[in-house]
């Protein structure tokens, strides 16, 4: 199943608990040894190919990342963003940012 907007996954979530499904994301990640494929129990994939928009806010320190987005992409939109640092790869490790890469996710990242 393809995500085309966020009501799409709140609907798989509830429907998955209804029929008990298991759930898995696929975000276009790694897959650890092929496990987002196999399962003991029914499932079904929830493919969130459409989700990588970044919203970056100075003013409010705060960053919206979705599942997609890349870090290249991110690093892009804070340097359009925050002109006047040097570095924005800096600016995410002073931030702690770069974990959000690791698992992909929405979420207030700063």
């Keep these: 199943m393809t995500a085309l907007q966020v009501s799409h996954i709140q ?3 509830v429907c998955s608990k209804i029929h ?3 759930m898995k994301i696929c975000s276009g ?3 650890y040894e092929g496990i ?3 399962s003991d129990v029914p499932f ?3 493919d969130m190919f459409n989700f990588q928009s970044i919203n970056v806010s100075i003013e409010n ?3 919206w990342v979705q599942v997609r ?3 290249g992409e991110f690093t892009t939109e804070l340097q359009r963003k925050v002109m006047f640092m040097a570095s924005p790869l800096e600016f995410v490790r002073q931030s702690a940012l770069a974990a959000i890469f690791s698992g992909g996710g929405y979420g207030n990242v700063m």
């Design 36 to 38: 987002s494929y196999v």
């Design 11 to 13: 609907a798989a979530i």
């Design 44 to 46: 079904f994939i929830l």
């Design 20 to 22: 008990g499904l298991q």
């Design 29 to 31: 990640g790694h897959d």
């Design 69 to 71: 987005a890349i870090l």
């Design 61 to 63: 320190e705060i960053a």
